[in-house]
């Protein structure tokens, strides 16, 4: 019998350790287990991991050796901090002059709030020049003697010249002492904001080293010999290596875990990703087939790094429901969880008999207004699932699908105490939970302009149930309740992308500078074990503050999907017709590739001239690209660069905020090469050579254009 390779996700969690097998080649999910997270254990939660992958293996028929990728995500460094438990840090500022009188204010980063009353033990040293290599010697010598257990090494500047962090670092390295180089951890300016982020990943280093080293000798025992990568807080994952570099990527990693399974699997290319747990729900968005991300908020300062911007809201599925007279009044943020307390829809039909609704503070700071039941067998907490459970919005077969007629009954009680009736008692319960994430959906959505005619909701997470369904009633918005819900956090693991980010701050940054910053990010994910054919790279250059970024993502091998299903024409004809909001018959194909076609129509308005809103469909029947008015070109690689020229030039707009070249994004092969973030006309058409330089002059090639006003 012929055995895939599998790819291997694993989720440490707080409680459990989560893991799953996906094919290789279909991505069908394999199977699943979970295990208690081993803090206590001497090899820390390496041996859960290990545990998890024994399990999986043996479940799924599978040997050590069938398994082509292998990545972990974990709370750890979040925990670190969230704990006050980090290392001592030893900062060596460098400069002298004025430089000196900045980097001596860094001493002052050891007044940084870990946890109420507990500060951030940094010890500070000051080199004015770094090339004397006694004074170096000196300063390491009187942070370490403070009890520094790692170092860094920041100068003004360094982003330009590192030379003196270098130094510093090589003698700290000398020492055996682990080390953080401000430079490495961003290349923008801002001496405080990049020295800050460089402590914070410092104190966190020695106990992910140790992590590190036991993870990875646990499953080389194990005889696993695929690449071990990690999960990053921006979707994508990193190798290990890169992980005992910048730890701090690690931080907020488990949100982005569960996005990036919507990202792969479910394949959503706009939308908002809710992964609601039992007390919280994550708020995530998906634009244009990529995570939104932010400069994240560390210790309650922003820092350089990159993270995804998820917001949670305290309600899921086993929010509590809190009353007054004769109505719901609000839903949450206490949950069943952490009060100890059963779900009553989840209880046997008997143990609800005689029930009566009493309200209490579950925890003695939280106010009088919980309801819960009394009944034959004891105390049980009305929640959102509940709710969902009595109008049946939750599916056959989901995690928290429970008996509707026993969720009827919990709800039945609660209702009669108010003097409504059950719907009406339970669509209060979910109106009162799912308003409050509706606020946040909604201002995301305004954040990030997502289009409302193609964004989706999509649940995760064992609570989806309670809060997706009935959140898309209230939008209007299309939703749905991700395959595998329960999992969708170490599927997004065993299907992440290694992921880099490189950012420069280059004033009028001309066309060689914005390609060497492209193959810097390329080069970087292809170091780390992505397969060289495969790598994407997304350029954004921000004119106002001078910003160059690349974003490059690849996976480890380059595989052939052998899905179960592909669309026929028929079929994305449909989805793009319904996604256009028109009917098939004014739906026309415009140009096409081997893995994506092209679907458009006209749209007409008084007053304004028309419109030609497009969808990109690609082989599964899933859209990829969607443009409200855009210009479709198709062509071949070898004619592409002249193409380009006359399309980009003819539509370039001038103005008082300057030129604005085309959002212009490339359909060829299998790929949508995304351009858009490029505003200098020039600099899109070096971007487009350099994406097609090695493609086949014959094969098609497809523009896609917007006109930027």
Do not use: W
């Amino acid at each position: 019998m012929n055995i895939h390779r599998i790819r291997v996700g694993i989720d440490v969690g707080g409680t459990f350790t989560d893991a799953v097998a996906v094919d290789a080649t279909t991505l069908e999910l394999l199977g699943q287990v979970k295990v208690p997270t081993s803090h206590h254990h001497e090899d820390g939660v390496a041996h859960g991991i290990v545990q998890a992958l024994d399990r999986l293996l043996k479940e799924t028929g599978h040997a050590a050796e069938d398994v082509a990728f292998l990545a972990h995500g974990t709370t750890q460094a979040t925990n670190a901090l969230l704990e006050g438990d980090v290392a001592t840090v030893g900062l060596v500022g460098i400069g002298r002059g004025a430089g000196a009188t900045f980097t001596r204010r860094l001493a002052a980063l050891g007044k940084l709030e870990l946890t109420p009353g507990k500060k951030m033990p940094l010890a500070y040293a000051h080199v004015a020049d770094p090339d004397d290599v006694a004074a170096v010697r000196i300063a390491i010598t009187k942070v370490v003697g403070e009890g520094a257990e790692v170092v860094v090494a920041s100068e003004p500047f360094s982003v330009d010249d590192p030379e003196g962090e270098e130094k510093v670092r090589a003698a700290a390295l000398a020492q055996d002492l682990p080390t953080t180089a401000a430079h490495d951890i961003t290349s923008l300016y801002g001496l405080r904001k990049r020295t800050r982020t460089a402590v914070v990943n410092a104190a966190i280093l020695p106990r992910m080293f140790a992590t590190a080293d036991l993870v990875d000798a646990s499953i080389t025992k194990a005889g696993v010999t695929a690449p071990l990568m990690v999960m990053r807080c921006d979707g994508g994952v990193m190798s290990l290596d890169e992980m005992r570099r910048r730890p701090l990527l690690t931080v907020l990693s488990g949100p982005a875990a569960g996005v990036a399974g919507a990202l792969m699997q479910e394949r959503v290319s706009e939308g908002v990703f809710l992964e609601t747990g039992g007390t919280s729900t994550d708020i995530s968005v998906v634009r244009r087939g990529k995570v939104a991300v932010q400069h994240a908020t560390i210790l309650g300062k922003k820092s350089y790094l990159n993270a995804l911007d998820v917001r949670t809201v305290g309600v899921g599925g086993g929010s509590m429901v809190r009353i007054g007279t004769g109505k719901v009044t609000a839903v949450g943020p206490r949950s069943a969880h952490i009060a100890g307390l059963p779900y009553a829809c989840f209880a046997a039909p008997g143990d609800l008999q005689g029930a009566r609704v009493e309200t209490i503070r579950p925890m003695d700071e939280d106010p009088a207004d919980f309801a819960v039941l009394e009944a034959a067998g004891g105390r049980y907490a009305v929640t959102m699932t509940c709710a969902a459970n009595a109008l049946g919005r939750v599916p056959e077969g989901d995690f928290a699908r429970s008996d509707q007629e026993v969720a009827r009954t919990a709800v039945a009680a609660l209702a009669a105490h108010l003097g409504l009736d059950i719907a009406t008692t339970a669509r209060q319960i979910l109106d009162a939970g799912c308003g409050q994430v509706k606020k946040v959906v909604d201002a995301m959505i305004k954040d990030y302009r997502l289009d409302p005619d193609t964004a989706v909701l999509v649940g995760g997470g064992g609570g989806a149930a309670s809060v997706t369904p009935h959140l898309a009633d209230i939008t209007g918005l299309q939703g749905k309740i991700a395959e595998h819900n329960e999992v969708i956090s170490p599927i997004g693991v065993a299907l992440a992308m290694v992921r880099e980010q490189v950012e420069r701050i280059i004033p009028g940054a001309g066309q060689e500078q914005i390609l060497a910053v492209r193959a810097e990010a390329e080069a970087a994910v292809i170091a780390q074990g992505a397969a060289a054919d495969g790598v994407e790279v997304e350029v954004t250059v921000d004119p106002q503050t001078s910003t160059v970024r690349a974003i490059a993502t690849g996976a480890t091998e380059l595989r052939t999907q052998d899905r179960a299903h592909r669309a026929d024409e028929e079929e994305r004809l449909k989805v793009a017709a319904a996604s256009l909001k028109t009917d098939r018959s004014r739906v026309r194909v415009l140009a096409g590739t081997t893995a994506h076609t092209v679907y458009g129509t006209e749209s007409k308005a008084r007053f304004r001239s028309a419109r030609h809103p497009i969808r990109v469909v690609d082989a599964d029947g899933v859209v990829r690209l969607h443009a409200r008015d855009a210009h479709v070109q198709a062509t071949t690689v070898t004619d592409a660069p002249d193409v380009l020229a006359r399309l980009v030039t003819e539509s370039t707009s001038y103005g008082d905020g300057g030129v604005r070249a085309p959002a212009v994004r490339l359909l060829v092969g299998s790929r949508i090469a995304d351009l858009s973030g490029v505003l200098d006309p020039q600099a899109v058409l070096a971007l487009a050579r350099s994406e097609i330089s090695t493609r086949a002059g014959d094969e098609p090639l497809v523009a896609v254009l917007e006109v930027r006003t």
